[in-house]
């Protein structure tokens, strides 16, 4: 069974503040994917990054990162120097990538981030 | 290019009636998932279509929900007669064969 756990329920910050939201999954799947959407106040659900399991490169886009490691299952999230506007509800993510199985993505339960001017 | 396309955005009537959801997903995407939000059970996958088929219903409530494909650019999800535990935000995603869901904005439906 795939499971994703978003340890952290909540988590507040002071703008300019770094912060990390964790992310550890389970699959017995060889190959999946791992993905990180944002929900903002306004509701609607934002793609934000699209990991392969066979990529633990880490990425950076602006003042985001994101750090996999396969040993330890997570796949964590950094918001480097936080804006008020990154304030949201974060989904941690995870889906096969083979046809035939499940087609399922597997959301976490979410992260709730209030950054505070 | 066009998003995931979901109205009516916002939607109150009373119990017992017939309520009807929509999504235009992104063109050229064949599969389209419905999943729905609660507080309390967070994101829920109700359905889901491949090549406008449905592949797997397991986590529609009961038979008081129903949802269609009749072709590659508009599916429905139905409810009737609803209830005020059917209150939620409903939101309809898209994707290519391998590929991201991208979700539309979701319609918040209240059931008094």
């Known amino acids: 069974a795939q499971k994703v756990t978003q340890a952290q329920t909540e988590i507040s910050v002071v703008e300019k503040e770094d912060v990390t939201l964790d992310c550890v999954y389970e699959?017995?799947?060889?190959?999946?994917?791992l993905f990180w959407y944002k929900q903002p106040p306004s509701g609607e659900l934002v793609f934000l990054i699209r990991?392969?399991?066979?990529?633990?490169q880490n990425e950076i886009s602006g003042r985001y990162s994101w750090n996999f490691q396969k040993s330890t299952s997570s796949f964590n999230f950094t918001i480097t120097a936080s804006q008020v506007v990154d304030s949201a509800v974060y989904f941690c993510?995870?889906?096969?990538?083979?046809?035939?199985?499940?087609?399922?993505?597997?959301f976490g339960k979410g992260t709730k981030l209030t950054v505070n001017p | 290019d066009a998003g995931v396309i979901q109205s009516p955005r916002h939607e109150v009537t009373e119990m017992g009636q017939e309520v009807t959801l929509r999504c235009k997903p992104i063109?050229?995407?064949?599969?389209l998932f419905w999943y729905r939000q609660t507080m309390m059970r967070g994101l829920e996958l109700l359905i889901y279509?491949?090549?406008?088929?449905?592949?797997?219903d397991s986590g529609m409530p009961e038979d008081r929900f129903s949802a269609k494909m009749p072709n590659a650019s508009f599916s429905t999800l139905k409810i009737q007669p609803s209830e005020p535990r059917d209150s939620a935000v409903y939101f309809c995603?898209?994707?290519?064969?391998?590929?991201?869901?991208?979700f539309g904005p979701g319609t918040r439906l209240l059931v008094l």
């Open positions: 279509f491949n090549n406008n088929v449905p592949i797997d």
């Open positions: 990991r392969n399991s066979f990529d633990e």
């Open positions: 995603a898209s994707r290519l064969w391998t590929g991201t869901q991208y």
């Open positions: 063109s050229g995407h064949d599969y």
């Open positions: 993510a995870l889906s096969p990538t083979t046809q035939g199985g499940s087609e399922k993505l597997v």
């Open positions: 699959t017995r799947d060889t190959t999946y994917y």
